[in-house]
C-alpha cells in the first residue's frame, strides 16, 4: 500500500473556516478521527448550499454519502481554528467525487485528506436523479482538470 501525500492547498479553489470544539478531541487531547468526516461533510455541504442552492430541507433532491474514506498527517486539537477545502474530482449525471483536506490557516500542506461521494436522489422515492444545472454548474467550478 501506497503512503498518501499530503494535498498542497494551491490545489483546492474553495475554502471554508472549521472551528473546533471542545467535545471534538478524545482522551488522547487531540481531534478524533471521525470529526474528521464531520469536518469533510460540513464543508461539502456549505458549498452546495451557498454556491449550488441547494435546498437541504425542502428541495425535491438530497445527497447521499455512498462512498468515503480519510488519511491523517497530523494532529489538531481543540481549540485550533482549521480550513475546509473542497474540489471535484469527478463530475457524473447523478455523483460527484469531493476531495477534501483540512488545514491550519497559512499552512501550504493537509493535516488530513479524504473524499467522499455523493449520489443525489429524489428525497421521496430514493432514486438516483440527474443534478440540477445549478448545482452542476457550483459543482463544475471546483473541476480538476
Known amino acids: 500500500m501506497t ?7 494551491k490545489d483546492f479553489g474553495w475554502f471554508s473556516p472549521l472551528t473546533t470544539r471542545w467535545a471534538d478531541n ?9 470529526m474528521y ?15 449550488g442552492g441547494l ?7 438530497i445527497g ?9 498527517f497530523a494532529p489538531v486539537a481543540f ?12 463530475l457524473g449525471r447523478s455523483s460527484v467525487r469531493y476531495e477534501l483536506a483540512i488545514f491550519r490557516p497559512n499552512e501550504q500542506h493537509a493535516v488530513a ?24 454548474d457550483a459543482l463544475a467550478k471546483l473541476l480538476m482538470e
Open 3 to 9: 503512503k498518501p501525500v499530503a494535498y498542497q492547498r
Open 26 to 34: 478524545d482522551i488522547y487531547g487531540h481531534v478524533n478521527n471521525v
Open 37 to 51: 468526516y464531520s469536518y469533510f461533510d460540513s464543508t461539502a455541504n456549505r458549498y452546495l448550499i451557498e454556491q
Open 55 to 61: 435546498d437541504i430541507h425542502d428541495g425535491p433532491i
Open 64 to 72: 447521499l454519502v455512498v462512498d468515503s474514506g480519510c488519511s491523517y
Open 79 to 90: 481549540p485550533d481554528q482549521l480550513e475546509g477545502a473542497l474540489r471535484v474530482a469527478h
Open 113 to 136: 485528506q479524504g473524499h467522499f461521494v455523493h449520489v443525489f436522489v429524489d428525497r421521496q422515492t430514493r432514486q438516483s436523479v440527474a443534478i440540477p444545472d445549478q448545482l452542476r
